[in-house]
């Protein structure tokens, strides 16, 4: 059993399959956002890619953090610094491409359903 599988789980948690399902998806829109952000030629282009990459970067690496003993509360902030970015990259491509801007928005709503996974995870495992 892993350190996941071993954590009490709050009855909402998404099943298994939702998250890389929802991943896959969100990173996909992410991409066709970065395409039309690099295409673009308009002032703030630079900031929002930046935005993006760093998000994705954050995101990804979050995964190194949640699965281990001991890292519950670490993943829970985690999550709150990729909310975060992930809510600055929409706004600053708004500013740029608002296809791009609402293509990487969904990433907003599953990553605060994430963080707030995170947080709860943290309650019920106090000592994890």
Known sequence: MTFFESLVKPGWIPPDWAF????FTLWTLQAIALVLLLGSGR??????IALLVVHFVTAVAWQSVVFGP???TLA????????VLVVAAVMAA?????L????IAPTVLWVSVATAL??????????A
């Open 43 to 48: 002032p703030g282009r630079t900031l929002a």
């Open 94 to 98: 708004a500013r740029v491409h608002g």
């Open 70 to 72: 001991g890292r519950l």
């Open 20 to 23: 890389p399902a929802a991943w």
């Open 76 to 83: 829970a902030w985690w999550l709150v610094l990729v909310l």
């Open 100 to 103: 791009a801007a609402l293509l």
């Open 118 to 127: 995170g947080f709860a995870l943290l309650r019920l495992n106090p000592n």
